[in-house]
């Protein structure tokens, strides 16, 4: 069973962090939120989410996928936690899968993970802030070698949907998306 790992920051957005929690569920992932800190997280549009652990207590297991939710202040706080910094660096080394949508490919950036990389993110945010020999593109969805990213709320499902084909098959995704009633 895939494992993935969706640590919830204060101020992330909810639309992103549910739909992308709600598909890989429905696929059959084994999806862990961890708040930054104990307790309740509140979203940037005021809704309030409820992890299912910590961060710290998330960090003592493997994951196959760390999937960061976008929303400000929300990626910030995740760029500003060492533990994500350190996980996200040490899961890249391992080729495993690390996603970003929204403001959250700012947190790889950080780790200087997306260093000549194929990207995308929410419309304008990266512009001052390109890493180096980075592409930036206007796809819905970049992958880049095991990382993937994406430009916000309006394409968490195309997000979601893509990281479960990466995770399972396509025929998995294709269930998925059929039971979505999306055309």
């Known amino acids: 069973m895939a494992r993935v790992l969706i640590p919830l920051a204060q101020g992330c957005e909810e639309l992103e962090a549910v739909t992308i929690i709600d598909l890989l569920v429905r696929a059959g992932a084994e999806v862990t939120t961890a708040g930054l800190t104990p307790g309740p997280v509140k979203a ?3 809704v309030t989410l409820l992890p299912d652990t910590d961060l710290d207590l998330a960090l003592q297991t493997d994951y196959d996928l ?27 080394t391992d080729g495993k899968y690390l996603a970003a949508i929204c403001a959250a490919p700012k947190v790889l950036a950080a ?32 992958q880049d070698a095991n990382i993937i990213t994406s430009r916000g709320p309006g394409t968490a499902m195309d997000f979601a949907l893509h990281l479960i084909e990466l995770l399972f098959n396509k025929a998995k995704r294709d269930e998925v998306e059929a039971g979505l009633v999306r055309a």
Not at 116 to 131: A, C, K, M
């Open 44 to 46: 940037s549009r005021g």
């Open 111 to 142: 780790a200087g993970l997306l260093d000549g990389r194929r990207l995308t993110s929410y419309p304008g945010f990266l512009d001052q802030h390109t890493p180096p020999g980075a592409q930036y593109l206007s796809d819905a969805v970049v």
């Open 66 to 92: 760390v999937v960061l939710p976008g929303g400000m202040p929300g990626a910030q706080h995740l760029e500003d936690d060492p533990r994500i910094r350190q996980r996200l660096q040490t899961m890249h």
